[in-house]
């Protein structure tokens, strides 16, 4: 598959990993901020081809586990209303809140529906007017632009059916969280590609610059990611801490300004609770002033509503890179994908699906065996 | 791993507690295995169900036959390469041959919805005729049952068969031996996108066909040829992972397998990319695994290539002992990781 395999390159992959050799004379441990980028480091073992002393921990970067419980248990009471189509990305449905996920509203007669794109809910909501229809809209930066332009649309077209809940979330404030923290380990970023693409760099400079921490934007193929971390541990040797675009291919430093004129139109920045981290002010999106009538909490009248999350709740350590999956007493044991403890475990971005899926249960022949 | 054990953990636990059956229990994934586990197979208690395969095998006086059913709800009814018709007969069909049986005789059952246009069910119907004369196989008995509308989804279809075995092989995970060749009969993925792209709505510069096929035609070459095959699976519900990690399950073996040499046609790759989906767990049904003998494997090799529905076959791995249960792939990159089985139906990713 062109411009896709060239990226999977084993024989360059052999020629990075050398170079990361050479280059690294030290122990440094980055945090690759994505959820994609976990799952591609873990699918391909990245991290076991790397020297002893490169360490990646896992980021925050994962849509689906850093969504607050209060707001899947918002999303369970919005899709039982026997009047609502209510329209989710496919991740969404097996989240567990306080009581069921998505898909247990589905087997229980609720009319839920999975889309590739917010506009196939305003397609719904146009083609059932005696219907209401609610998207789920959660995500980073990157979803931000589509979710935005489907309110922008909906509000041109009239429809007064279609409403979205949102939990928008974005990185650099969870970036300024880990670096603030007195326990943070995390030497340099791997930032998020497909954020970069729609947000550009700008904003990582003042963060490299105030916290002296190296900040590479990197794409999600296995070439993209061992570059980048060549990129980050060779800026950590030679004492420099710059933001770098491994990911040219696709980002640019300005960004998408379209996309993102739009999402300022539509959304403004809030305070957002992250699953498992707390509050974060300023790192989330909600809907502007201008579009409020669109918010699905107000229309369902389910905006006072909060659900207590345990503060210690190890997936929030997962998240910030504090701890890895396989330090949960719980891991593979109480907490699989099918009976998940948190969201970390559900998501395809999630940090201990990732471990589960590729490397539970490494009983210690197989693990020697590669070694030899 | 200490200090791993002071953090308490109170996250919210979901209610999967299997008070309702959800989709994921018909996914054929890690739910609907528990399905079988915790209800079905200790219910009906047999030791035909036991041998966990595609269908039963049977001694009936002197004669051994192989029984099967299936049901068919797919949507959409008709996509590129087939429709529910072809489906619901080549399935059977394959699961049959799946037991190294000659399919004899099919009986077939309709539930409709009332308000089902005519026009469709002929030609469901017309596809099973015609896909039923492919495989030599006759429709015996059958059975139509109509529903009020909004109580079926247009048209379901149940097919059951029968075959008989004229070899003496134990075609069945349990004859699975450390040593043994892992032969696929083609490229994977194929149906599972055809389905996804027209249930989207998407187009792609070419069009993706489902390789929905009847598999008889290689299986009977092989045991013509004497091949002694230990093990046969189609790749269905699931796709290559979840066959490959059912054997090995219950064969209690490792089957070890190396990514490069599964074949994935470039257009189902490019739209796995744009899906987010993993080729390997995606629906074939023209597509079916060969567990031999490394002494048997060239020559199995060589007879499935000169077969149209199995031109393609690669040999992409081998039977060992530990660790018992689990299926490996050994990357591109040259690093080993397991192959999980789902817990439902692949879910499309946020970003």
Redesign the interface.
Known sequence: ?RF?EEY?D?VA?RQYVEAIERAVTRPWTLMEICG?QTHSI?????D??LPKGVTLVHGPGC??CVTP?ELIDKALQIAAHPNVIFCS??????V??????L??V???GGDVR?V?SPSNAVKIAAQNPDKQVVFFA???E??APANAMSVYQAKQMGLTNYSILVSHVLVPPAMEVILGSPDNRVQGFLAAG?VCTVMGFEEYEPLAKKYKVPIVVTGFE?LDLLQGIYMCVSQLEEGRYEVENQYARAVRREGNRVAQELVGKVFRVVHRKWRGIGEIPRSGLGLAAEFDEFDAETRFGVSGYTAE??P????G?VMQGA?KPE????YGK??T??????APMVS??GACAAY??????R?P??VSE?RE | ?A???S??????????DGE?????HGGGG??MH?LLEGLLLPSFNSEQLLERHDGATLQIGGTRLAFTTDSYVVKPLFFPGGDIGTLAVNGTVNDLAMCGARPLYLSSAFILEEGFPMESLRRVVESMRITAAESQVQLVTGDTKVVDKGKGDGIFVNTAGIGVVEHSLRISPASVRVGDVVLLSGDVGRHGVAIMATR?GLSFETAIDSDCAPLWEPVAALLQAGVEIHCLRDLTRGGLSSGLIEIAETANVRISIDELSVPVR?DV??AC?I??LDPLYLANEGRFIAIVPEHDSARALDILSRHTVSSGAVRIGQVSD??QG?V?MR????????L?M??GEQ?????
Request: hydrophobic share 30%; charged share 30%; aromatic share 6%.
């Open positions: 598959m896709v999977r084993p992959a994609g873990v699918k391909y073992g990245i076991e081809l849509p689906v419980l990305f496919g991740d969404m449905l097996r567990p809140g306080s009581a069921g996920d898909f247990s589905k087997a229980n999975i590739y959660v995500g980073f990157t979803t497909h296995p999350e345990d210690e709740c190890i997936s350590l701890r330090d949960c007493t719980a109480r907490c994908p099918d009976h998940p403890l948190g395809s971005e589960y899926r590729y490397r539970r249960l009983e022949e197989l590669e | 791993m200090e791993a054990k953090f308490q953990l109170q996250c919210p636990v979901p209610r999967n309702h059956v959800q989709l994921a890690r739910r528990e989207e470039e790759g490019g990319e899906l987010g530990k660790p689990m490996t990357s591109r990159l040259g690093t080993e990781r397991i999980d789902l817990s879910l499309p990713r946020i970003c």
